[in-house]
T-cell receptor, first 113, second 111 residues
């Protein structure tokens, strides 16, 4: 596709469950970012991939959160033992190289009951 | 630690007004600054990117300026329209390859 694609657009789960969120970046973009946004706040950085490797995962809040990008394209954000505080919009973005304009997807809204 | 502040937090104006949205940041050693628009429940749309060596960028009715030394950027919207209603976010980038966002200005333009 022409833009960054994220699935699912909405996910409702129960506390304690496992969740996977998928991001398909713009074709050819080597850099991929995950951000988390709570209501009324700006996006907060979670993790950044350059190619297949995580160049910076300093924003992951704890070890329940993990992300992969095995082939340097699609990325999956994985959340184990979800908690109500994990409820937020999870945004993915990509760009060519590590500078320049960043393009965001429409986000995946996660609600943990 | 970089902190990005946006003022005002919310703004409601009649159609046709010219607007100024403000963004300030505490660490002036930035690579670039980017302005985004976000509609409710949606992702972010990039509006303007200003490199650290630039003073301003323009796109249609939008003009963004950057004063790196004072840690400020403004987004000027000319002749506002109801379709401009959205949240506007600014974000700065250092040599860490990641953007630090402000909390946004929520704009409502009424007919």
């Amino acid at each position: 596709g022409a833009g960054v694609s994220q699935t699912p657009s909405n996910k409702v789960t129960e506390k304690g469950k496992y969740v996977e969120l998928r991001c398909d970046p713009i074709s050819g973009h080597t850099a991929l970012y995950w951000y988390r946004q709570s209501l009324g706040q700006g996006p907060e950085f979670l993790i950044y991939f350059q190619g297949t490797g995580a160049a910076d995962d300093s924003g992951l809040p704890n070890d329940r959160f993990f992300a992969v990008r095995p082939e340097g394209s699609v990325s999956t954000l994985k959340i184990q033992r979800t908690e109500r505080g994990d409820s937020a919009m999870y945004l993915c973005a990509s760009r060519q190289g590590n500078t320049g304009e960043l393009f965001f997807g429409e986000g995946s809204r996660l609600t943990v009951l | 630690k970089q902190e990005v502040t946006q003022i005002p937090a919310a703004l409601s104006v009649p159609e046709g007004e010219n607007l100024v949205l403000n963004c300030s940041f505490t660490d002036s050693a930035i690579y670039n600054l980017q302005w985004f628009r976000q509609d409710p429940g949606k992702g972010l749309t990039s509006l303007l990117l200003i490199q650290s060596s630039q003073r301003e960028q323009t796109s249609g009715r939008l003009n963004a300026s950057l004063d790196k030394s004072s840690g400020r950027s403004t987004l000027y919207i000319a002749a506002s329209q109801p379709g401009d209603s959205a949240t506007y976010l600014c974000a700065v980038e250092h040599n860490t390859d990641k953007l630090i966002f402000g909390t946004g200005t929520r704009l409502q333009v009424f007919p």
